[in-house]
């Protein structure tokens, strides 16, 4: 039965956004996000924002807070306000922290680089920033989670630092349910999941923003190959919480949630798993081929 937050009251609209959304505040006076399906077209994103939660919570991030609730009626996913939480006094997304402290950020969302050299341009503008050293280890860990989950939409206005009286930090995860099939139905999410070469294809497929492009997409493989080149720490950090994810844990998550189709829950089986063994299978090709 999920949690009906209609009496909650609404505060704001919650800014601009793929899903509608609202902003809204519990009885015990905490702040709240609402989203809901897109109005159009097939979309779970709403689920798929709870699953990847619950995916980085094992991988070993710290995520935005996220429930499926009812409200008016209506299915949508409640997400708790970090800042409230925290008692942060304010943050910067990243692509304002990228624009107004690096150089040619700009240029780089125009670029016409491709692969590997458009990707070190990306980390190019990162290492400027003057807190990317207290910043990366997590960067990195956002960026692996990413690959694992297939997250789509890791553009630079989709991760923050928040700020304090004395200090900043990375703020916990969020906006990561432009993933995990999102836009599937049944039919095809089943069409993909029963079949291996489609299967494989899809993960091979794998774009990815790196939290640095606003449009532009590079591919997985790449990102992760220079990952492993110029990060070597932080890569071998991350891709140890890789092969430490509890796939069991992960798969009694699924399987308490009783408001996903049958053809979801089979999926989200599969895929996550498939994604794990085939990302350790390209960082074994890359060590083979050094």
Not at 32 to 54: C, H
Not at 118 to 126: A, Q, S, T
Not at 137 to 163: A, E, S
Request: negative net charge; proline residues 2%; hydrophobic residues 35%.
């Amino acid at each position: 039965m999920l949690r009906d937050v209609s009496k909650w009251v609404k505060t704001g609209h919650g800014g601009e956004s793929t899903l509608p959304k609202e902003e809204i505040e519990s009885p015990d006076n905490l702040q709240y996000l609402i989203k809901y399906p897109r109005p159009n077209g097939v979309s779970w994103e709403e689920v798929t924002e709870l699953i990847a939660a619950k995916i980085g919570t094992i991988f070993g991030l710290e995520m935005m807070k996220v429930e499926i609730v009812t409200r008016n009626d209506e299915r949508g996913c409640l997400l708790r306000n970090f800042l409230d939480e925290y008692g942060a006094k304010t943050f910067a997304e990243g692509g304002l922290l990228l624009g107004a402290h690096s150089t040619g950020y700009q240029e780089l969302q125009n670029s016409k680089s491709k692969g590997m050299d458009l990707i070190n341009e990306g980390f190019k503008v990162l290492e400027r920033l003057d807190i990317w050293d207290s910043i990366k280890k997590v960067y990195i860990d956002m960026l692996i989670f990413d690959i694992l989950i297939g997250n789509q939409d890791r553009h630079p206005y989709n991760w923050q630092i928040i700020y304090f009286e004395k200090d900043c930090r990375f703020s916990p995860i969020y906006d990561s349910g432009a993933s995990l099939g999102f836009r599937f139905d049944d039919k095809k999410l089943h069409q993909i999941y029963t079949n291996s070469d489609q299967l494989n294809g899809y993960v091979r497929r794998t774009k990815v923003k790196a939290g640095v492009f606003e449009k532009i997409t590079v591919r997985a493989h790449d990102l992760l190959e220079y990952i492993q080149i110029y990060y070597q720490s932080e890569f071998n950090n991350s891709i140890k919480k890789l092969k430490k994810f509890d796939l069991e844990q992960y798969r009694k998550e699924i399987e308490s949630l009783d408001f996903l189709s049958v053809e979801q829950a089979k999926w989200l089986q599969v895929i996550i798993p498939h994604r794990q063994k085939m990302i350790l299978q390209w960082i074994d090709e890359e060590d083979h081929h050094e």
